[in-house]
């Protein structure tokens, strides 16, 4: 999707390894978002930072970081991933609403 | 926990026909949005209806909104195969804590077959 961009595209990790996931966007939005993608669940919030400098936490932080870099840059950091952190992750970024996501990264624990 | 519950959670019809697909909520809403989403890609914003209009519309688009049944449904006329996907709907509650927060539901697999 034309604006945000997230990398990597694919990652497998061995478990208790740690990864920082990308998200960058050029739309000059305020509040960027970070969501995972479970099967039969939908989206679920884990992060989001409103305006540059603040974050907040949504409905499943736990096991997950983030730092709001500048006003483009977003990212989300596993410490030490668990088999439970297998997902499709999303970032999302918009002024209020709607938001615009990346294609996700798609990511693995063994 | 999810705020939206889609149904039906997929849907199978020939190109031509309509579709519809419903999305309960459970919270008052500043508003509710609709997104699609094709297999292995992100979500695509597709109409927003605020919690004061009861329709819209967009191209083949049809949105409605019941607040006081907390509902909402997208209807998909002339329907295309290329319209195969995931649909979304989602919810920005109103106020407080809840700023900015969009909560998704389960999603609805339409498939169009040619």
């Known amino acids: 999707n034309a604006g945000v961009t997230q990398t990597p595209k694919f990652q497998v990790l061995k478990t208790g390894q740690s990864m920082t996931l990308q998200c960058a966007q050029d739309?000059?939005?305020?509040?960027m978002y970070w969501y995972r993608q479970d099967p039969g669940m939908g989206l679920r919030l884990i992060y989001y930072?409103?305006?540059?400098?603040?974050?907040d936490k949504g409905e499943v932080p736990n096991g997950y970081n983030v730092s709001r870099l500048n006003k483009r840059e977003f990212s989300l950091r596993l410490e030490s991933a668990a088999p439970s952190q297998t997902s499709v992750y999303f970032c999302?970024?918009?002024?209020?609403?709607?938001?615009?996501f990346g294609n996700g990264t798609r990511l693995t624990v063994t | 926990s999810q705020q939206g519950e889609e149904d039906p959670q997929a849907l199978s019809i020939q190109e031509g026909e309509n579709a519809t697909m419903n999305c309960s909520y459970k919270?008052?809403?500043?508003?509710l949005q609709w997104y699609r989403q094709n297999s292995g890609r992100g979500l695509v914003h597709l109409i927003l209806?605020?919690?004061?209009?009861r329709e819209k519309h967009s191209g083949r688009l049809r949105v409605t909104l019941d607040t006081s049944k907390k509902s909402s449904s997208l209807l998909i006329t002339a329907s295309r195969a290329a319209d195969t996907a995931s649909y979304f709907c989602?919810?920005?509650?109103?106020?407080?804590?809840?700023?900015?927060?969009?909560?998704f539901g389960q999603g609805t697999i339409l498939t169009v077959h040619p």
């Open positions: 999302g970024t918009g002024l209020y609403s709607p938001l615009h």
């Open positions: 739309m000059n939005h305020n509040s």
């Open positions: 930072s409103a305006s540059e400098g603040t974050t």
């Open positions: 919270t008052s809403i500043n508003n």
């Open positions: 209806i605020r919690s004061n209009e």
């Open positions: 989602a919810t920005l509650n109103a106020g407080g804590t809840s700023y900015g927060k969009l909560t």
